[in-house]
């Protein structure tokens, strides 16, 4: 079972942190996740079956703050931009899963 450290998540109204879906989330976007707490974001939500059953998706509080250089094999990055859903994100393709950030609204 992976744990993340609570004060490494927050928790946003009706979306709660589910551990099982930080463990079922890819290894490709888990690496990112990972990057992307030591780098100081913390995770903010969680769900499972958006848009496909079996999708994971997770979002990070803050915009990105690790630069990919080189993406995993059936990763793909996407800049989204649109503050009804989130500023970009990573999708595995295959699986669909999903590690999208939010926009900084304070800075």
């Known amino acids: 079972m ?3 450290p609570r004060n490494l998540c927050i928790t946003i109204k009706a979306m709660p942190i589910e551990e099982q879906h930080l463990e079922e989330l890819r290894p490709e976007l888990r690496a990112i996740l990972n990057q992307e707490l030591a780098a100081g974001n913390r995770i903010a939500a969680t769900s499972k079956g958006w848009g496909d059953p079996d999708a ?5 509080q803050f915009p990105f703050k690790t630069k990919q250089e080189n993406l995993p094999e059936g990763v793909q990055y996407n800049l989204v931009n649109d503050t009804h859903w989130w500023l970009a994100e990573y999708v595995h393709l295959p699986s669909k899963h999903l590690l999208a950030c939010s ?3 304070n800075g």
């Open 103 to 105: 926009f900084d609204f």
């Open 2 to 4: 992976m744990v993340f």
């Open 56 to 60: 994971i998706f997770v979002q990070l």
